[in-house]
């Protein structure tokens, strides 16, 4: 992926986290990706002090606390795919075998937003922007490079991206062990989809993965640790550069590289 003037409708435009312990969380990323924050509201009741990252002063990402007396709610990144009209969009998910969680809502004066599950059963986001956009900066150090669904009905997902989202997806990878396709095509690849059937444990739903650009995983693994986080999978070259995989102090899982990737 590389970086966009403007994001267009069907792609990645705004990732958050819903995180247990707000203030650690906040630490966590500051010191991994160099995160500042302010909130969205100067009254923090509105909105449930949802609290947008910004890198270099741009808009990266936001953090959502929540109470984890309520039980049941794991620490994890969401992913919100733009769309030009979110009724219309919640009419193609339903129309598409997917399933609303959360009803269209206006976030004012920010946009519209609505939640689903795909055909595959993974949540995702749709945002239809006002005066938030989305990412102000993608693709540089502490920005996020690539998103992809793990997806355990593969061939149902695809479909299900291509009818709700109008993707027009390109097959990357098609070999007995593993099957990619991607929103788009090469250097103009948006997100991804990827065949997850054959490692996602049992337990484990379909679900969207963020990908942040690191200058170092070696270091970003180290920082994450000596800041509560874990290392989930170790650095390791891929055909689309170094990656790692860690979970932050609370649990919540995402992906860094070193180098853009193209898939």
């Known amino acids: 992926m590389t970086n966009r003037d403007s994001i267009p409708a069907g792609a990645p435009c705004w990732t958050d986290l819903m995180c247990s312990d707000f203030e650690a969380s906040k630490k966590f990323y500051t010191a991994l990706f160099g995160w500042e924050y302010e909130q969205t ?22 953090l959502s606390p929540y109470d984890p007396a309520m ?13 030009d009209d979110i009724q219309t969009t ?14 269209p809502m206006h976030v004012e004066p920010f946009g519209h937003m609505a939640v689903y599950l795909d055909a ?4 995702v986001g749709a945002w239809q ?12 150090p502490g920005a996020p490079a690539w998103h992809e669904v793990y ?3 593969y061939a149902g997902t695809i479909a299900f991206y291509e009818k709700a989202f109008g993707w027009k997806t390109s097959v990357m990878a098609d070999s007995d062990d593993f099957h990619y396709t991607t929103l788009g095509e090469g250097d103009d690849a948006l997100a991804g989809i990827m065949d997850g ?10 679900h969207w993965m963020n990908y ?52």
């Open 41 to 62: 509201d100067p009254d923090p009741e509105q909105y449930g002090g949802y609290t947008n990252a910004l890198l270099n002063g741009r808009l990266v990402a936001g």
């Open 71 to 83: 039980g049941g709610i794991p620490d994890v990144w969401g992913v919100y795919l733009k769309s």
């Open 90 to 103: 919640t009419e193609a998910v339903e129309a598409a075998g997917g399933q609303v969680i959360a009803p």
């Open 120 to 123: 595959g059963q993974a949540a």
């Open 129 to 140: 922007p006002e005066s938030h956009h989305g990412f102000g900066v993608e693709v540089e």
């Open 151 to 153: 997806a355990k009905d």
């Open 197 to 206: 059937s054959g490692f996602l444990p049992a337990e484990v739903p379909a």
């Open 212 to 263: 942040w650009l690191v200058e170092d995983v070696e270091e970003a693994c180290k920082v994450a640790v000596a800041h509560g986080g874990t290392v989930i999978d170790e650095p390791a070259d891929s055909p689309f550069g170094r990656l790692a995989t860690i979970a932050d102090c609370c649990g919540a899982r995402f992906r860094v590289t070193a180098q853009v990737t193209e898939s």
